[in-house]
């Protein structure tokens, strides 16, 4: 069963997922051409998972999210670029529109005007209130509660305006209220079981429930009154196949027109399928290589950079991922607006490694292996289990790091364990594992100092390197206290810059996730954002 997570807020989850995303796209097969869409038409998209609930709020599980893409609406929503656009507001709040206030603790939406629910009650601004009340009365079931704790209140002075009053700046408050409930339907959801509302369930999204056959299918309907126009297509079925083999055949024999989530295994496969269009697509979770800074072996940053220059980005990224991965290079998404564009992106180099290594006083060994007072160049990097691609990037990384007389021993760990254990407790020498992006930077929790978890701060914090920096620390605070744009630009590139120079961990690449679809479909955009169902209604067949 796959689930999903929000950046910044189940940030351990999606360490656990296997797919993980890139930051760009390939189609892989060429289009048809720009062909007129025909109007109607009936598309089917391939699931291995049926949905455990209709509310979005309720579920990771990554069917939910795509059926309530397909149901529901939110005040804003991401293109596939990461952009923040409108959806039920008229307009993306900023401060140089009014819509934050100059000190961040006041954001206010205008609603577009005519919205409806799919039963032709009108959605109001007091349904934005019913969403909070409801997030606030279930804090224990709702899957996604970072960030609404920081809201003092929601309010409604007319049934356009919603104006949320934050007790503190926060810079995820664009990732609020992703789904608005229907406050007219609330007596169906004080029965948490959702008994009624499944058998009729009432949105604002592009499409109306038609028909859900258990074990099989959900088909839906256009929703000819949707604020954004109404879809093109006649139907769109979301059909249910459990076993992920037999799913991908009925995408060979065109018993499905598009399918999501394509395991790395399932890749060649894919590839090999005539007449559909294969998309690994840009995303935001980044696999990184760590340190532990408190051991005297990487004490030196020279052993740390001398690693970094040692690894070929490249090789790793075409051998052992299929060119199913995208290079990273720091530690913020390339579609942020802070993203430092390198101007000359490392790439391997072993006489420089090796330089590094002998300027620092080591020496190769009898072995090859580089050695200094008796002491090899010698670490073993635990990763957590079940992940073959990982996996197979961590030996690729060995026998490149033994090219530049460095020995990295590969340990996999359960995962329970990993996550529960060794990270936590930093109870290793490297690690190999994966962390969440977004296009709007968060990392106080990743790199300042008082966030490396031990006993003093009570295990808070994600800075298992033990990265101790105090320029670091002061671009963090002042980066938290500053609301200009031009000027946290500043600060996260300055951070990003130290991360290079001072290489705490080592950032490898995104893996891509995989998506195919026929080509006589138009209008498929992969969002590892919002999902691939973001844009359905804009669906069509040539």
Known sequence: MKYIAKPAIILMLVLLVGLFTGCGRKTEKADTGAAKLAAGGKISVGSAVEPETWNPLLSEQMAVQE?????????LIQNDKGEWLPDLAAAVPTTENGGISGDGLVVTYRLKPGLKWHDGQPVSARDVQFTFDFILRNRTRVAWRDGYEKIQSVSAPDDATVVIRLAEPYAYVYHLFPCILPRHRSADFADLTLQNFNRLPVGS?????????????????????????????????????????????????????????????????????????????????????????DLPLFAD??????????????????????????PAYTDTHPYSWAYLALPQQPVRNLQQAKELLQAAGWQPGYDGIQALSGRRLSFTVQLPDNDKPRELAAETIARQLREAGIEMRVQRVAAKAFFGEILPNRRFEAVLFAWVNSTEPNSFDLWHSRRIPGSANRGVGKNYAGWRSAEVDALLETEQRTRNQDSRRDLLRRLQEKLVAEVPVIPLYYRAEIAAAKRSVANFKPNPFAGNLWNAWEWGLR
């Open 67 to 75: 059926i309530g893409r397909l149901l529901f609406s939110g005040l």
């Open 205 to 293: 999204g592009p499409f109306v429930l038609k028909e859900w056959r258990r074990g099989d299918a959900l088909v839906f309907a256009p929703n000819s009154s949707y604020h954004q126009g109404a879809p093109l297509l006649e139907s769109l079925t979301y059909k249910i196949v459990t076993d992920r083999q037999i799913v991908l055949s009925q995408l060979k024999i065109g018993e499905v027109d598009i399918l999501n989530n394509i395991g790395f295994d399932q890749l060649d496969q894919v590839r090999a399928v005539t007449g559909v269009n294969t998309f690994i697509t840009t995303g935001t979770i980044w696999e990184h290589l760590d340190f532990n800074l």
């Open 301 to 326: 940053v020279r052993v740390r950079q001398a690693v970094n220059l040692a690894i070929d980005r490249r090789e790793l990224i075409e051998k052992a991922l299929k060119n199913a991965a995208f």
